[in-house]
C-alpha cells in the first residue's frame, strides 16, 4: 500500500472513531424494563417503610416529568416510590429492586424503567396498532396517555436506549392481563411485545427473559383469577418467559390490586427468580 492510500486509510479509521458515541457503559448496572397496567403502576398506598433507607444503589430512570419531586424525565433517581408517574403507589418493582440489592454483591446497581398504564389491555404496547387503541380509550385514561405523549411503548423504548448508555438491560417485567381477561390470544400478543423490545434495543432473547406476575390468585378470591390459566401458558409461547406466582399475596378490597403488603410479598418473588436466573441464590 502506498503512502497516499496509508494515509487515506488513517484518516477513514479515524473518522470511524470519532462517529462512535462514547458511554460509560458499566456491566455491573443490572437494568429492567417494566410494563403494564394498575398493578405495575402500583395501587397501594406506600407507607413509612416503603420510603426510608432506600439503598442508593437502586436506581429509578424517570420515565416522566414530576416537578413535585424534583425529578426530570430521562434521569436516574434513587428508587424511591412512586416508581411509574408522580402519583402512583407502591407497586411489585419497589420491592423487586430492593430485594435484589439486598443480594448482590455491592458493586452491582439496579436500575428500573416503569411504564405503565392503569385499566389498558396489552394492545396499548402494540407498536403497530396502538393508535387504534388509543382513539377509543375512555377520558380517565387520557391524562395517564398524555404523560408518555400517548404512545407508551415509544417512550419504553426511548428510556430503554438511555440506561443502554449506563448499563446492561437484564430483563423485562411484565404485569398485566387484567383488562384481557379470558382472551387466549394473549400470550401471542405478549410475544409481540416482547419481540418487538428486544428487536428495538438489540436484545437477545436467550440474555433477556420475560417475568410475568399472575393477577390476583383465586385464593385471595380475584376477580380476575380466572386470567391465570392463561398467563400459565407464556412460557409455552415465549421460550425464556417464567411465570410469577400470586399465590398467598393478599390484596385490596376490590379484589383487583394487589395490598401494600401483597406488592412486597410479589415484588421479592420477581426478584428471587431474577436471581435464580442470574445464577445467584
Known amino acids: 500500500m502506498n503512502m497516499t492510500k ?61 416537578p413535585g419531586l424534583n425529578r426530570i424525565k430521562g434521569n436516574w433517581y434513587t428508587a424511591v416510590p412512586p416508581l411509574t408517574r408522580c402519583n402512583t403507589g407502591l407497586g411489585p418493582v419497589d420491592y423487586f429492586g430492593r430485594a435484589l440489592v ?55 423504548v426511548e428510556l430503554g436506549k438511555i440506561a443502554q448508555r449506563s448499563g446492561i438491560i437484564k430483563g423485562i417485567l411484565l404485569h398485566q392481563g387484567e383488562s384481557n381477561t379470558g382472551d387466549k390470544a394473549w400470550p401471542e400478543k405478549v410475544k409481540q411485545v416482547y419481540e418487538n423490545l428486544l428487536k428495538d434495543l438489540e436484545l437477545k432473547a436467550e440474555k433477556t427473559p420475560l417475568l410475568a406476575g399472575e393477577v390476583v390468585n383465586a ?15 407464556l412460557p409455552q409461547t415465549i421460550t425464556n418467559a417464567h411465570v410469577i406466582s400470586s399465590a398467598g399475596c393478599p390484596d385490596g378490597p376490590d379484589n383487583l390490586h394487589f395490598s401494600a403488603e401483597g406488592y412486597r410479598m410479589l415484588g421479592k418473588r420477581y426478584a ?7 445464577g445467584k441464590p
Open 6 to 66: 496509508l494515509r487515506a486509510a488513517f484518516i477513514c479509521a479515524a473518522l470511524l472513531l470519532i462517529s462512535i458515541p462514547s458511554f460509560s457503559q458499566d456491566p455491573n448496572f443490572y437494568i429492567f424494563l417494566c410494563f403494564g397496567q394498575s398493578n405495575m403502576e402500583g395501587a397501594a398506598k406506600f407507607e413509612a417503610q416503603d420510603t426510608t433507607a432506600v439503598d442508593e444503589r437502586f436506581k429509578l430512570l424517570e420515565a416522566v416529568d414530576c
Open 272 to 278: 428471587e427468580k431474577m436471581l435464580s436466573l442470574l
Open 102 to 156: 439486598a443480594k448482590l454483591p455491592e458493586n452491582v446497581k439496579i436500575g428500573v424503567i416503569n411504564v405503565a398504564i392503569g385499566g389498558c389491555k396489552i394492545e396499548l404496547f402494540d407498536k403497530e396498532n396502538y393508535q387504534s387503541y388509543t382513539a377509543t380509550a375512555p377520558d380517565w385514561m387520557k391524562g395517564m396517555l398524555a404523560g408518555y405523549e400517548g404512545n407508551p411503548y415509544a417512550r419504553l
Open 219 to 233: 385464593d385471595q378470591g380475584g376477580v380476575c383469577a380466572s386470567m391465570n390459566t392463561i398467563i400459565a401458558t
